[in-house]
């Protein structure tokens, strides 16, 4: 290596591979991503400079194996501001964070050590290596590109331009991200390799032509399946419309998400867009819906693991993955088909870090179904819908809002009596006429019945020879269920369903519950609200505790499903004895309630549902529906191009109470799974263990954690960095585990309050 301010000729990236091309490389790449949306100058300059300060002799010795210490990604955030002013200062967030994530802007004090790009910026409070030798590197001749304002999305002079700024920042930085983890790929190890030639897949043309070819297998021989055949060819044909925003309001049971699924393959082969991605408010049926694409999307082998991709938080590593990793299109959403949850997608929208923005960029010209779009959580409304809006005005994406329970998300003027303050603007209804669809599919009839006693409930049920009773909290499932029990002759008969049961439990119960169903065998269920969520029951009655009128069609929904009894299903809606949960539960019921006087004949009407949700979020409150003042702070410093991207990433949280996963050797084949991860050595890798332990896996919250293992009920297992300490969590004491209910919290530590509004 030459002296410092020599022009040293070898300067190396990665000890196999020279700078020069690395940086080539990633100002190719995150040039071609950035130019989905018009970027392309910005995704280059920010590619050609995000490594230059490996330009110093330190860096050189570092990456020739001494131990030392340097910041390289500050070079190129200075060298940006300096070149080109405020513009810089866009590019400059994504260089800095391009490893430990984008910063904030502002300076908070003199003291500030979270490395805000104020700071960084400022050559008296923050020394960099000297890096010069990088222009002799690049060479005389190298082509700069300029970051022109002429060539962002969106509209500098709109109102609230700072959030669609701060998006702007975070989607380039996405393209800067996956752009230099794609060239570690290319020219790593060969495992590396490997990875990356995995990112190979099929057109839109090609999967839409497979969908329908299994579509062809569905016969509509009945009433309800011939509407379902109607559903999906007017999405069939709504396809051929221009990206933007659309609705799609479809009733429970009406086939909803196959069809909405060829909407989005046909709509992205006609438009040339790059995936569909479906994102999903449960991850209790993440699997479930990915598993109905693979089987429709499957190649002529039954494959289809390689490009319908699924992505949760709750997602380990898959079975033979040797190295831990999730499938690469995890990462950075390349594949044709992901299928992901709310959370996923809207906290990466507005994440600082560089393995959550990873994805980003490939949002851009892509079909975003909404699945249960109802869902959207309250308090982070306006910017979920803030970040919808600017996806497809500003990407060139396609949104779609899909429920039975069309929330009132319209714009004063948008089709809404008064209109959402805010709301969205150019929303396209996929159905003809919903309203006479929702007619059409009508097979159920509700009554309210106002406040009973939990012994005239299980009374009720007791009565019904199959009945389905939904129930907002666990500990009400249990006693629901144990008095309803009592109240039987056979009580064999008596199922539960909850989340403290773990996935292979509710499996079980579940095949046995269909097949009682489907033999017409007495079948009486007490379920939480999990089983609204994607779980295809069909009874004749259906009792659910008072609600939002969205959650009452949801139940509603798993009632005379396919409408083949002689009179309409039986849904009775009821006030609990102890009434119902503080929170979000109360607040919905209440609105739900006020509306109920004026659609006494139909409460599932869409005139009902519109009403409901203008009652809800007027209870709310405008301020409620950004409570963390996600949007405004985004916005308050945007002048100065000052946006807080670490702030909002902490404060935008749509789960803020943590869960630890606790594995439940239920089976045989979960006690092997736990064997094998006990017997790993410290540091060895868990391959396919984990994902394998999903099915044996219950989410606690950590209250509930914390009251097991005070009650010594918990032990560790493993080095896998799955948990605190890089352990794994399993169930020692599996008395605590009832065979019909599953983990008994309620006995684990009689002394400790387990919450009550906690769902599921």
Known sequence: MEREGDVPFDLLARPNQRLREHLQNVATMAEVFAKRFGAGSWGAACGLLHDIGKASTVFQRRVRGEEVRTDHSTAGARHAVQKWGEAGKLLAYCIAGHHAGLPDGKMENQSDRAGSLERRL???????????????????????????????????????????????????????????????????????????????????TELRQRLDVHLTRFVADTPVRSIRAQVLEQCRKASERAPGMFSLTVPTGGGKTLSSL???????????LGRVVYVIPFTSIIEQNAQVFRQALADEKGDADGFVIEHHSNLAPAEGDDDDRPHPATENWDASVIVTTSVQ????????????????????????????????????????????????????????????????????????????????????????????????????EVRRIGRITDADLAARLAAERQVLCIVPTRRMAREVFEALRAALPSPEDVFHLSALMCPQHRTEVLNAVRDALEEKRPCRVVSTTLVEAGVDLDFPVVYRA?????????????????????????????????????????????????????????????????????????????????????????????????????????????????????????????????????????GQRAGGLLRRLQRHTVSLYERDFAALEGAGAIRRVGQTGAGPGGHCFVLSNMGLYDPLVGLDLFRAAPGVQVPEDLIS
């Open 546 to 682: 008072e609600a939002g009128i969205d959650s009452i069609a949801q139940a509603a929904g798993r009632c005379n499903r396919e409408g083949l009894l002689p009179q309409p299903g039986r849904v009775f809606v009821f006030e609990p004895e102890n009434g119902l949960p503080r929170g979000v539960f109360r607040r919905s019921a209440e609105a739900g309630r006020s509306v109920a006087g004026r659609h006494e004949k139909d409460l599932l009407h869409p005139d009902a549902v519109r009403d409901y949700f203008g009652e809800l979020y007027w209870r709310v409150g405008d301020d409620q529906l950004d409570a963390r003042k996600i949007v405004a702070r985004t916005c308050e410093r945007q002048r100065q191009c000052l946006f807080p991207f670490r702030e909002i990433e902490r404060d935008f949280q749509l789960i803020d109470t943590p869960t630890q996963g606790l594995i439940i050797p239920y089976d045989k084949a979960a006690n092997d799974l736990v064997r094998a991860l006990d017997s790993l050595a410290p």
């Open 122 to 204: 400022n050559p008296a409070l923050y020394r960099i290596e000297d890096h010069s030798a990088w222009e002799a590197c690049l060479g005389a001749d190298a082509d700069m590109p300029r970051p022109d304002a002429k060539n962002l999305p969106f509209n500098v002079a709109c109102k609230g331009v700072g959030f669609a700024a701060a998006l702007f920042v975070r989607m380039l930085f996405s393209c800067l991200v996956d752009a230099d983890r794609l060239d570690a790929e290319a020219a790593g190890e060969p495992a590396d390799l490997a990875r990356a030639g995995l990112r190979r897949y099929p057109k839109m």
């Open 262 to 272: 060829a909407f989005a393959l046909a709509h992205a082969e006609r438009h040339g």
């Open 345 to 444: 997608f809207f906290e990466s929208l507005f994440a600082a870090r560089a393995g959550r923005c990873r994805k980003l960029h490939n949002l851009a010209q892509s079909v975003i179904i909404l699945d249960e779009a109802q869902m959207l959580p309250l308090t982070y409304l306006r910017p979920c819908l803030e970040g919808l809006r600017e996806l497809t005005q500003s990407y060139g994406a396609s949104v779609v809002l899909c429920t039975a329970t069309q929330p009132a998300l319209g714009a004063p003027g948008e089709g809404e009596e008064e209109g959402l303050k805010g709301g969205l603007t150019g929303v396209r209804e996929i159905m003809d006429d919903p309203k006479g669809l929702h007619a059409a599919l009508r097979r159920v």
